[in-house]
């Protein structure tokens, strides 16, 4: 009997080495990434600051311009469906936020609300674009309806796609969080994941994310933990990006300051930010409408891009 169980526990503790040391990766250069995710309409901006801004520039030139903006831990990539739907009829420009994506870490290691607003607006002057319309998923959701209470002179329409609104503890479901985000919330854990980063990561935070586990495909996955580690990228997850910040009622306040129309898309069986968090864009922006879809998670632009790209074109085209 006790050789059987130091058979199992020898067993265990070999099995755990194994599933440690297959989740250990070293950061990738960006050189790799970029030859392997970049593409015709991928852009590169040095930024006065330090750092280089990877976008994508796609659509009608001639057309009305439509800025996108990815959520955490997500990239430009995140709209390729959607930006060939919306190609015909606007100019599509989607961003890597500092951080993440081809951009990656940038060496003021600022990665602040403010600082993407800063960014958007360097972008916008490098592009000649006086005038636009914004838009973003779940934290990119937040940083458009930031930028459009900053900037209203620029901002014409704003468009949220499962957006992050001023935080509260109802509306972040934080027991449906992806692992890794709870993971994040230690510093001991903190440490540990910058080497530890295993592929089911991306994968489990797919699965939480989508509400058709069928969309949660092997390639999206391996797209997802490419990008997270672009050299640099970890460190600024982990470390820079996690110093809490409680902005709750200053932000409510720039929440209401915003005159832009809005169009809000909610997926209602979202599980990382709860349909009802739209109610704090319903009541406290001027000019809002809601479309929630059913049988929809948290990424509406990936699960329903034919309906989001009909609504998006409906709302963006009247009165232009």
């Known amino acids: 009997m006790k050789r059987v169980f130091h058979f199992s526990l020898l067993a265990l503790i070999i099995s755990t ?19 392997k995710y970049s593409n015709h309409s ?6 006065s600051e330090g750092g280089r801004l990877h976008y994508r520039d796609e659509g009608n030139h001639d057309k009305h311009a439509l800025v996108l903006l990815h959520g955490f831990m997500g990239s430009s990539l995140n709209f390729k469906k959607l930006s060939a739907l919306l190609s015909d009829d606007l ?6 936020l500092p951080g993440f994506g081809l ?12 600082s993407a607003i800063n960014v958007i607006n360097e972008l916008a002057e490098n592009l000649n674009i006086d005038k636009f ?6 934290m990119g959701g937040r940083v458009s309806w930031r930028y459009a209470s900053a900037h209203p002179e620029r901002a014409y329409k704003l468009i949220l796609l ?15 969080r992806p692992l890794a985000w709870k993971l994040m919330g230690s510093n ?23 509400y058709d586990q069928a969309l949660a495909t092997r390639s999206l996955a391996e797209e997802f933990h490419d990008l997270v580690l672009m050299e640099g990228s970890r460190d600024a997850v982990l470390f820079d990006m996690n110093r809490p910040q409680d902005e709750s009622h200053y932000e409510l306040e720039l929440l209401r300051k915003i005159r832009a129309p809005t169009l809000l898309i909610h997926g209602e069986e979202d599980n990382i930010i709860s349909v009802e968090s739209r109610l704090q864009f319903l009541e406290n922006i001027a000019d809002v409408q809601a479309k929630i879809y059913p049988k929809v998670g948290h990424l509406p632009m990936y699960e329903s891009p034919n309906l989001t790209a009909e609504d998006i074109k409906k709302f963006l085209l009247e009165k232009i």
């Open 103 to 114: 951009t990656g870490a940038i060496p003021t290691r600022d990665y602040s609300i403010n």
């Open 162 to 176: 499962a957006s992050s609104g001023v935080e509260r503890p109802s509306q972040t479901q934080k027991s449906e």
């Open 91 to 96: 100019r599509i420009i989607s961003l890597d």
């Open 42 to 47: 991928s852009k590169y901006l040095r930024l």
């Open 133 to 138: 319309s914004i838009g973003g998923n779940s």
């Open 188 to 210: 001991t854990t903190r440490n540990f994941l910058v080497l530890f980063t295993p592929k089911f990561f991306a994968y489990q935070g797919l699965e939480k994310s989508l």
């Open 17 to 35: 080495i194994v599933l440690i040391l297959n989740g250990i990766y070293f950061d990738i250069p960006k050189k790799v990434l970029e030859a």
